[in-house]
């Protein structure tokens, strides 16, 4: 049974930082593109971060872009998502997601193939 698991949401002060990881279970996530999704209350889910099965391409969301990091250790089937100068703005449910297909992008979402339940990241003073 395919399974993904988010940790590491909670709430932060604005400038403050978090690490999220998701854990991949009943199939080898080493094959598949990575990535973090979000969805704040009221608005569409966005792509943030993807990265490629072997590592060497990452993507990033132009309103994360130099504040997150995407990175994945296959041998622990895990991925993270390290988040510094946290915003408010990046208050959302945090999902992770895999995908087989290898992409120029981080991509739609529906072109993933397995989603955790996703992790509560709020931003705010």
């Known amino acids: 049974q395919v399974q993904m698991e988010e940790s590491g949401g909670g709430s932060v002060q604005p400038g403050g930082s978090l690490r999220l990881s998701c854990v991949a279970s009943g199939y080898s996530s080493s094959n598949y593109q990575m990535g973090w999704f979000r969805q704040a209350p009221g608005k569409e889910r966005e792509g943030v971060a993807a990265i490629w099965p072997g590592g060497a391409r990452t993507y990033y969301a132009d309103s994360v872009q130099g504040r997150f990091t995407i990175s994945r250790d296959n041998a622990k089937n895990t991925l993270y998502l390290q988040m510094i100068s946290l915003k408010p703005e990046d208050t959302a449910l945090y999902y992770c997601?895999?995908?087989?297909?290898?992409?120029?992008?981080?991509?739609?979402?529906?072109?993933?193939?397995?989603w955790g339940q996703g992790t509560q990241v709020t931003v705010s003073s």
């Open positions: 997601a895999a995908t087989i297909y290898m992409m120029s992008g981080i991509g739609r979402g529906d072109l993933y193939n397995y």
